[in-house]
């Protein structure tokens, strides 16, 4: 233990960090023709109770895949305990509240390992147990970190549910994982607006017989209901505790954390992640992607309530000792410069966001940017979605100055890490191309068999061939539906539900879900590559097209569309917007209706809710579902308004 202390954090640079090209080429090809002897090497850099006896055992047909079998650890002594001796004093986290005239809070390695220590007694304290699962409901303050890494020091398993959810949502969630303890907060500040984040808590948990404690953080000071018996303040509970903890001993395969995604139907799916491989990826990737450095500061504005959170706020970037920067507020508070006014602030190094909030900001005058030094920023990063050309270009130009290598990095909750990326300055980046895949990831392109198409420059369904330590193992619960999502439709392949292409240097771009084709006259057209072609034209911000039932094609095509501010919305611009899409594509693509709209039905990780457009578009607006995950329902009713019945 002591030996193994001292692995500091220069070593692990120096001996997982890929730094040239033909480095990258090297490390790929062993971790083809030697998984085992290149994941070990990997897993050597960090702290274990106890070695692993098997670097990885699988059979796709259970389904069951498990990594690093009978090792033991701790992920919270990799993230915190072994940087104390060199790096005790650095920053871990940089938290930047929501309203720019407050303080931010600086903490220190040291000081995180002391508030994680003694919240992990508050919980041990309300008779938490290793494997007990505990429902985080939080917002963006700096002890959801502390909350979140609180519970995997004693080893009891995190739920964390993003604080825009309704209290139905935490409801489901709270009992599909029968979750004992329930963390939350008066209320959290988000822009000019304020949740009640307790009132939520409280009327989801009338349904929630498993909670049996709730622990609130006090950020708001707003009036709350109290409920004696099951309610405590984080404060006051913290007085009743030291910061001694030590952590328990888990399984390689020990449940780490739960963290719900939507399926395309049905109710949501708790993805379990494992403690052992998940943290080794999550740290490698996290090094290599973003090509971190001692003294970087890196960002990502994601909320820890989604998975890009967990493992590029937390995990990855505690596990590696850097120091990781959580923001409590949004993009346009107090306006749209608040950003890169953050950039600025922290002398951020790395930036990593999601296309939406780039394409969100591209709408505003440039001086929002202009006004702010960002020359600070070396790598800038995208996920979640297909970033389009223009909105590429737009970060680009105006947040990297043409200087910066973009990471667009494709992966998803269920992979734990990112899965497909350029190495920022190491391997080429490509608009619009996630580019190449990591070390150890080996996709591939399916044709409509389910054979794999050999040609390199292809299109086809996006499949992966062998497993990588991150993959999450199960559905909470349902390992039947785990089984049916990602390994029915392709037997011996993780499907992850994506199409895309591969270019004649093998770089992958993702063409958007599969589930998104829309066939049209026999032919088969994704409606990705039609808004990307759509958003081509110098009116429009964003768009989004679905299928609608058309007597002689089978299927037509809808275009919804929004226009820059001040744009006129004419027929001749949609005349336009059809030409240019059969110009782009082909006469076959062109929408049959195009509506202007004020905005787009999301959820809140930024995608797009295309099953209420597809209602509409039909003209069956009367039963749209379930739209308690939508982050802005206030749109429903313009859409519906400016539907094109002829
Ligand atoms: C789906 C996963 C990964 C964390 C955030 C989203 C889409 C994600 C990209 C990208 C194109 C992307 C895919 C994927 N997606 N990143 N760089 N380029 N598409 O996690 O909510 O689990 O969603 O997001 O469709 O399957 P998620």
Known sequence: MAQALLITIKKLLMTLQINSLEDYQKAYQSSVENPSEFWDNIAENFLWRKKWTQTLA????????????????????????????????QTAIIWEPNDPNDAAQHITYRQLHSKVCAFANVLKNNKVVKGDRVCIYMPMVAELSVAVLACARIGAIHSVVFAGFSSR???????????????????????????????????????????????????????????????????????????????????????????????????????????????????????????????DIYWCTADIGWITGHSYIVYGPLATGATTVMFEGVPSYPDYGRFWEVCEKHKVTQFYTAPTAIRALAKHPLSFVTDHDLSSLRILGTVGEPINEEAWHWYDDNIGKNKCPIVDTWWQTETGGMMISSLAGVTQDKPTFATLPLPGIQPVLLDADGAEITDIKAEGILAIKQPWPSLART????????????????????????????????????????????????HNLGTAPIENAINEHDNIVESAVVGFPHDIKGNALYAYVITYDGVIQTDELITEIRNLVAKTIGAIAKPDKVQFVKGLPKTRSGKIMRRILRKIASGNAGDLGDTSTLLNPEIIDDLQKGFDKN
């Open 169 to 295: 949502a935490l409801a489901a969630r709270i009992n599909d994982a029968e979750c004992k303890v329930l963390l939350t907060a008066d209320g959290g500040f988000r822009g000019d607006k304020v949740t009640p984040l307790k009132d939520i808590a409280d009327e989801a948990l009338k349904t929630c017989p498993s909670i049996k404690k709730s622990i609130v953080f006090q950020r708001t000071k707003q009036t709350i209901a109290w409920t004696s018996d099951r309610d405590l303040w984080w404060h006051e509970e913290l007085t009743k505790v030291d910061d001694s903890c030590p952590a328990e001993v888990m399984d390689s395969e020990d449940i780490l954390f739960i963290l719900y995604t939507s399926g395309s139907t049905g109710k949501p799916k708790g993805m379990v992640h494992t403690c052992g491989g998940y943290m080794l990826y999550a740290a490698y990737s996290f090094l290599n992607v973003f090509q971190y450095k001692p003294n």
């Open 475 to 522: 559905i909470y619960g349902d390992n039947e539906r785990y089984k049916n999502v990602y390994f029915s439709a392709y037997p011996n392949y993780y499907f992850p539900g994506d199409g895309a292409l591969r270019d004649a240097l093998g770089n992958y771009r993702i063409t958007g879900r599969v589930d998104d084709v829309v066939i049209v006259s026999g």
């Open 58 to 89: 699988y059979d796709w047909s259970v389904p069951e895949t498990k990594w690093f079998l009978e090792g033991k650890l701790n992920i919270t002594e990799n993230c915190l305990d072994r940087h104390l001796a060199s790096k005790g004093d």
